[in-house]
């Protein structure tokens, strides 16, 4: 897969448009539309911190073309949502946003999803802050209009967590202050092993390492009540989930994703740990075709209803107990029920 340049990118592969959200906020938004004869399902993406939908341009067209509608939008305070000084909504800003907006985003797209393409399957995925919203949604909103849930390196806790004096003053003064900026920087050469991709990302201009207090005391404070609050045990038993994250992520942990993914109790999940693999596993030489895969098998069998989804199960399940042995990093690395 090419890479292309990230800001502005354009393509016959999705249609852009500027569509009026919650809060009368307007938001910048992509639709990549399967071909009629292999429409399938649909597929919510919610990008991550200091991201925008122009990241995904080289992922989202091999869903679609997969048979996978996707829709996706830049957040709520990034991206051209706050950034473009012609169309974003006058009270936007970068940085300013919430958890409780975010949840009320989230819940937006998946309406808007399911009017566009009426009658699929409906998914949510999301990576790194995405990832956590997703897991949110899951737990806070019990997934609804959802038939599964993607988080792809979510972050549930940071891999080297933020100085704890830091973490109390930001969340006391985010109250009187919540749109205050403040830096908030991850190492570009921890995205990816892709050393162009990461270069073409220092110099985004849609891509800015600042958040506001409310916005950044909410994504680590939720992402971190998932397994202090126990909000697992919330998760629906018929909601599926699919997690993905890579074991040499320096920026959200590995470890503290597998622990709630241990935690969710559901008829159907299942997880795959790459080995070595840094935080954005999409922009990753080794394993952005595996996780595509990885996605597109997971919507496939969790489109299915009834017996149809039984069988399929059973297939998956009798294909990994006959398959051989995975290299030992790799057989570490997936859990029981996901074992190739």
Same mark, same amino acid.
């Given at each position: 897969?090419?890479?292309?340049?990230?800001?502005?990118?354009?393509?016959?592969?999705?249609?852009?448009?500027?569509?009026?959200?919650?809060?009368?906020?307007?938001?910048?938004?992509?639709?990549?539309?399967?071909?009629?004869?292999?429409?399938?399902?649909?597929?919510?993406?919610?990008?991550?911190?200091?991201?925008?939908?122009?990241?995904?341009?080289?992922?989202?067209?091999?869903?679609?073309?997969?048979?996978?509608?996707?829709?996706?939008?830049?957040?709520?305070?990034?991206?051209?949502?706050?950034?473009?000084?012609?169309?974003?909504?006058?009270?936007?800003?970068?940085?300013?946003?919430?958890?409780?907006?975010?949840?009320?985003?989230?819940?937006?797209?998946?309406?808007?999803?399911?009017?566009?393409?009426?009658?699929?399957?409906?998914?949510?995925?999301?990576?790194?802050?995405?990832?956590?919203?997703?897991?949110?949604?899951?737990?806070?909103?019990?997934?609804?209009?959802?038939?599964?849930?993607?988080?792809?390196?979510?972050?549930?806790?940071?891999?080297?967590?933020?100085?704890?004096?830091?973490?109390?003053?930001?969340?006391?003064?985010?109250?009187? &202050?919540?749109?205050?900026?403040?830096?908030?920087?991850?190492?570009?050469?921890?995205?990816?092993?892709?050393?162009?991709?990461?270069?073409?990302?220092?110099?985004?201009?849609?891509?800015?390492?600042?958040?506001?207090?409310?916005?950044?005391?909410?994504?680590?404070?939720?992402?971190?009540?998932?397994?202090?609050?126990?909000?697992?045990?919330?998760?629906?038993?018929? &909601?599926?989930?699919?997690? &993905?994250?890579?074991?040499?992520?320096?920026?959200?942990?590995?470890?503290?994703?597998?622990?709630?993914?241990?935690?969710?109790?559901?008829?159907?999940?299942?997880?795959?740990?790459?080995?070595?693999?840094?935080?954005?596993?999409?922009?990753?030489?080794?394993?952005?075709?595996?996780?595509?895969?990885?996605?597109?098998?997971?919507?496939?069998?969790?489109?299915?209803?009834?017996?149809?989804?039984?069988?399929?199960?059973?297939?998956?399940?009798?294909?990994?107990?006959?398959?051989?042995?995975?290299?030992?990093?790799?057989?570490?690395?997936?859990?029981?029920?996901?074992? &190739?």
């Amino acid at each position: 897969m090419p890479l292309h340049k990230i800001e502005d990118m354009q393509s016959d592969a999705y249609t852009e448009a500027w569509l009026v959200g919650p809060h009368e906020t307007k938001f910048y938004t992509r639709t990549y539309t399967a071909s009629p004869e292999t429409s399938k399902a649909a597929l919510v993406w919610i990008h991550g911190f200091a991201e925008h939908v122009g990241r995904y341009t080289e992922a989202h067209p091999v869903l679609a073309a997969a048979g996978i509608n996707v829709f996706a939008f830049d957040q709520r305070g990034f991206g051209k949502t706050a950034l473009d000084p012609e169309n974003k909504s006058r009270t936007s800003a970068y940085g300013k946003t919430s958890g409780r907006n975010q949840m009320e985003d989230v819940k937006w797209a998946l309406s808007h999803a399911k009017e566009t393409f009426p009658g699929l399957p409906l998914f949510l995925a999301g990576h790194s802050m995405g990832g956590m919203e997703v897991l949110n949604y899951a737990t806070r909103h019990k997934g609804e209009g959802t038939r599964g849930i993607i988080a792809c390196s979510p972050l549930v806790a940071q891999t080297i967590p933020a100085s704890k004096l830091l973490r109390a003053a930001g969340g006391l003064f985010a109250l009187p &202050l919540p749109n205050f900026m403040m830096p908030a920087e991850v190492e570009y050469d921890d995205l990816s092993h892709d050393e162009a991709y990461n270069n073409m990302c220092k110099v985004d201009k849609l891509s800015i390492q600042q958040g506001t207090l409310r916005g950044l005391s909410d994504m680590l404070n939720w992402g971190e009540e998932l397994l202090k609050d126990q909000l697992y045990l919330r998760w629906p038993k018929n &909601l599926p989930l699919l997690l &993905l994250h890579g074991t040499g992520d320096q920026v959200t942990s590995c470890k503290k994703s597998a622990l709630f993914y241990e935690h969710v109790t559901t008829d159907y999940k299942r997880t795959v740990e790459f080995p070595n693999g840094f935080h954005e596993l999409l922009h990753e030489p080794e394993h952005r075709e595996r996780m595509l895969k990885e996605i597109i098998d997971y919507v496939n069998l969790c489109s299915l209803e009834g017996e149809a989804f039984v069988e399929a199960r059973k297939a998956v399940d009798g294909d990994a107990a006959s398959a051989p042995t995975a290299p030992a990093a790799e057989a570490e690395a997936v859990a029981p029920e996901a074992k &190739l």
